[in-house]
């Protein structure tokens, strides 16, 4: 599964250059694991506008950010915060980078929305409404 399939345009996206790094040793370790989201993962890092923390806006999803995001098929609101695998619980609002979700988010700035593949392959708009700086990942 990759981007191109999606047959639309992607939003720009940025990613710290130490997050992108970790974040495809991570991708490429999972890749046995969770194909699908790995290889959506690299892709997204591939494509993405590398900078320094100290430049990345405060708008832009990074790791340990506090995202509020929708759907655009029922317009839910949704408050996560995006980490690392070992830090997930669904239960506390904590996704996994690993998830169709988490995958979609980083790297996305408030206001934009993507074509995104959910857990059963569906395209859904996803919606980035407001993102609120990182603590821990």
Do not use: K, N
Not at 7 to 33: C, F, K, N, Y
Not at 110 to 126: E, F, N, Q, V, Y
């Amino acid at each position: 599964m990759t981007l191109h399939f999606i047959g639309a345009a992607v939003p720009p996206i940025q990613l710290v250059e130490t997050e992108a790094d970790m974040i495809s040793d991570l991708a490429w370790a999972a890749r046995d694991r969770y194909p699908d989201v790995c290889q959506l993962l690299l892709d997204e890092v591939g494509r993405a506008h590398l900078c320094a923390a100290a430049d990345l806006p405060v708008d832009v999803v990074s790791m340990g950010c506090d995202v509020t995001y929708r759907d655009a098929r029922d317009g839910a609101r949704r408050d996560v915060r995006l980490v690392y695998p070992s830090h997930a619980d669904v239960a506390l609002g904590r996704i996994s980078l690993l998830t169709p979700i988490g995958a979609a988010l980083i790297g996305m700035r408030a206001g934009t929305s993507i074509l995104w593949p959910d857990r059963d392959g569906h395209l859904r708009d996803i919606i980035v409404d407001e993102v609120m700086p990182g603590r821990a990942a």
